[in-house]
């Protein structure tokens, strides 16, 4: 769908940097580890699109992709890493509220859950910040090809439950595997179908 029409444009560390609102956005946010490069390089196609915001010292940037003409795809930087000092975490979460509160393009944002794990607290937090921003979030979830059926109804139902609990939270969630490819067809079809 996309594939072949997707640039990095830029990774921002403030929003002095942030290219001009003029196209659709949506942002993708996840766990570190959680699989957002994978998912990212699976949705556009580009094998190694989103390893840039993997490398050290690129892990606090917002970083920037154009699809097509008229839309941006947003890689937010992972959060909870395990050791992560705490004036790193604080200027990271000033960045986001300042971004989530302040762009009037951005549409939706995808969260991303492993699938073997469900929401986290640390989640649950990113959630509350997007009800407070007002920016409505769908849930993604990641590594499909790691659990059981069963297992995945049982992550299902955790996930509705705790969404049930977030005003800006979107109904409906994708199940993926960047692995197999599963759904990753589905989540194209959802950036591009956003106006
Ligand atoms: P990020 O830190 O969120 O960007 O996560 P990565 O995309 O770097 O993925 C973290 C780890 O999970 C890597 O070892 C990936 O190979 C693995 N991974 C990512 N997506 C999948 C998936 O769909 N299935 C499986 N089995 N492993 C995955």
């Not at 969404?163 to 197999?180: G, M, N, V």
């Amino acid at each position: 769908l996309f594939a072949g029409e997707v640039d990095f444009l830029k990774g921002v560390v403030a929003m002095s940097g942030l290219p001009p609102d003029d196209r659709i956005e949506v942002c993708f946010a996840g766990r570190s580890n959680v699989g957002k490069s994978s998912l990212i390089n699976a949705v556009t196609g580009r094998k190694a699109l989103a390893r840039a915001s993997n490398t050290p010292g690129r892990t606090q940037e917002i970083n920037f992709f154009t699809v097509g003409d008229d839309r941006y795809l947003v890689d937010l930087p992972g959060y909870g890493y395990a050791n992560a000092p705490v004036n790193v975490v604080e200027k990271w979460q000033a960045l986001l509220k300042q971004y989530l509160s302040g762009r009037a393009s951005l549409r939706r944002a995808f969260v991303l859950i492993d699938s073997r794990h469900g929401i986290k607290p640390v989640d649950d937090e990113i959630m509350t910040l997007l009800d407070k921003s007002a920016v409505t979030f769908q849930v993604v979830l990641t590594k499909s090809d790691k659990i059981k059926p069963s297992q995945h109804d049982a992550v299902l139902d955790q996930v509705r439950e705790k969404l049930s609990k977030h005003p800006a939270a979107f109904p409906e969630l994708i199940s993926t595997s960047s692995e197999k490819g599963d759904g990753i067809a589905t989540l194209r079809a959802v950036i591009a179908g956003i106006t």
